[in-house]
């Protein structure tokens, strides 16, 4: 198992800034993940975050908007850059143990709100 | 995108009935797992499935899975009030590290 704190836990942020969210894990994990989960919508897999390696976006993600560190292997940080109201959302890091049919552990979300 | 979708996308019941939530995927699956989330905060694991998995159980929870019909079945039985949440299933592909989330339900258990 895997415990993992994020913060902050919720922000309220003026259109046109950026926003920092951290993600740190009680043990030492290979792949971290980040999740926007938009209101009332299921989870959409931002990036996957690799130690040592630039992360790998999904499609409709980029490096410029969401940048991404993972400076070791318990802990890493999601940017959302120049924000606007559609940033607006829960955010939510992950990991997940090795192989396919292991379980995902989650932070408790960042609810990001922006004005 | 294997994108699974869940049927109901609300469901209300009350306390002590049974709670049945469906979910449908696209393409081959490695495992079937579902997760639960309190009020738009983080996810909990509840169960996973593998694909040479019929149905199985933990506590009061039953999934079945049925990948000829590439469907998936959360029951909850005996559904308390601390129930509520939104449920969602996920799916892993073989050779994927990564899940690939429902749209989920949301279940409302009312005492």
């Known amino acids: 198992s895997a415990v993992i704190s994020q913060k902050p836990s919720r922000d309220i942020c003026q259109r046109g800034t950026s926003l920092t969210i951290q993600c740190q894990v009680d043990?030492?994990?290979?792949?971290m993940f980040w999740y926007r989960q938009q209101p009332g919508q299921s989870l959409t897999l931002i990036a996957t975050?690799?130690?040592?390696?630039?992360?790998?976006?999904e499609s409709g993600f980029v490096i410029d908007k969401f940048p991404i560190s993972r400076p070791n292997l318990t802990f890493s940080t999601l940017t959302v850059s120049n924000m606007s109201p559609e940033d607006s959302s829960i955010y939510l890091c992950?990991?997940?143990?090795?192989?396919?049919?292991?379980?995902?552990?989650f932070g408790q979300g960042t609810r990001l709100t922006v004005v | 995108s294997q994108q699974g979708e869940e049927d109901p996308q609300a469901l209300s019941i009350q306390e002590g009935e049974n709670a049945t939530m469906n979910c449908s995927y696209k393409?081959?699956?490695?495992?079937l797992q579902w997760y639960r989330q309190n009020s738009g905060r983080g996810l909990v694991h509840l169960i996973l499935?593998?694909?040479?998995?019929r149905e199985k159980h933990s506590g009061r929870l039953r999934v079945t899975l049925d990948t000829s019909k590439k469907s998936s079945s959360l029951l909850i039985t005996a559904s308390r009030a601390a129930d509520t949440a939104s449920y969602f299933c996920?799916?892993?592909?073989?050779?994927?590290?990564?899940?690939?989330f429902g749209k989920g339900t949301m279940l409302l258990v009312s005492p």
């Open positions: 043990s030492q994990v290979t792949m």
């Open positions: 975050a690799n130690q040592g390696s630039e992360a790998t976006y």
């Open positions: 393409t081959s699956i490695n495992n």
């Open positions: 992950s990991v997940k143990g090795r192989g396919e049919n292991t379980e995902a552990f």
């Open positions: 996920a799916t892993i592909g073989s050779g994927y590290s990564t899940l690939t």
């Open positions: 499935i593998r694909s040479n998995e």
